[in-house]
């Protein structure tokens, strides 16, 4: 099925999930507009989809603020045109040590997830009302589904965008603008290659990112992938509360051990 739009920003695009579905875009014959904070990293990306006969435009920032990515995306539209589609996919993730709580690192976490997201679509709702037309796209997870020990931050942040999605889907069906949230499951990414226990089913980033352009392109409301790690997480959902704290403190012991070795070999973040 052939990507319905011409002009697609995506922000994180400087590494992983973003980085690959903006190669794969411009292969598709599409202009991508690159935001993420590391300049070299995008001036890189955007010269290897030129070379490749593509169109890109760079604009660092940080989504945390709404200032700077206003000027991205004015930046993109003045080089690429009116931005058609925005996928919020700008994210980080921090897993604590046991019974560290540092309030810097989790509200970094929701100021990049969950507002880096709503500034990205902020700065372009104006435009698409215009129009009457457009598509924003948010990068949940599954993770967005079960509350997680160590991992509050993120699966909170997760959460917040997904049902944040869901109430601009609704709000915005009269106007012509779609809305679609994808909840990945794990991707190899540098996001999850700080992780040491072991990932079920995990994914590489093409065929994920394959899977992502096909959901957008069908204008799926949400979409759930792997759909077998979906299911574990439904399976998860519907069982008693006391089995599922039984067998999550298992899985937590071996997380930890993992993690202590990992912090004391000096490799965790
Ligand atoms: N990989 C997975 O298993 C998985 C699963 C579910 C959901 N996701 C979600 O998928 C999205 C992409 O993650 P990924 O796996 O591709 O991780 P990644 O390779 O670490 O990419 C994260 C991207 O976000 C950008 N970013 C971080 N903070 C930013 C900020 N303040 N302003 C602008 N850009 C910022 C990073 O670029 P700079 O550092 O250059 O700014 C980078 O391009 C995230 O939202 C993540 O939560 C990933």
């Not at 579905?21 to 890189?44: F, H, N, P, Y």
């Not at 009457?132 to 079960?146: D, I, M």
């Not at 439904?234 to 012991?253: C, E, H, N």
Request: proline share 5%.
């Amino acid at each position: 099925m052939p990507f319905p739009y011409k002009v697609v920003a995506i922000t994180g695009a400087s590494t992983g999930l973003g980085r690959e579905l903006a190669l794969q875009l411009a292969a598709q014959g599409c202009k991508v507009g690159l935001i993420a904070r590391r300049a070299e990293l995008l001036e890189e990306l955007a010269q290897q989809i030129r070379d490749q006969g593509g169109h890109a435009a760079v604009a660092a920032c940080d989504v945390g603020d709404f200032a700077q990515v206003k000027q991205a995306v004015d930046s993109i539209e003045s080089e690429l045109g009116p931005i058609e589609c925005m996928v919020a996919n700008a994210g980080i993730g921090m897993p604590r040590e046991r019974l560290v709580f540092e309030a810097e690192a989790t509200a970094q976490i929701y100021r990049t997830n969950v507002l880096g997201m709503m500034n990205a679509f902020y700065a372009v709702i104006p435009g698409m009302l215009e129009r009457k037309r457009g598509h924003l796209v948010g990068v949940s997870s599954l993770a967005s589904y079960q509350g997680l020990p160590q991992d509050g931050g993120y699966a909170g942040s997760k959460a917040a965008t997904r049902v944040h999605c869901e109430s601009l889907r609704l709000e915005l069906r009269p106007t012509g603008i779609k809305v679609t949230t994808i909840c990945p499951g794990f991707v190899r990414t540098p996001l999850t290659d700080r992780n040491h226990f072991d990932m079920p089913l995990l994914m590489e980033v093409k065929p994920a990112v394959n899977r992502m352009l096909r959901a957008i392109a069908r204008k799926r409301r949400i979409y759930h992938f792997p759909l077998r790690m979906w299911w574990i997480v439904k399976i998860g959902l519907a069982t008693p509360r006391w089995l599922f704290d039984a067998v999550l403190s298992a899985q937590t012991a071996n997380i930890n051990s993992g993690r202590t070795q990992a912090f004391s070999d000096g490799k965790a973040p």
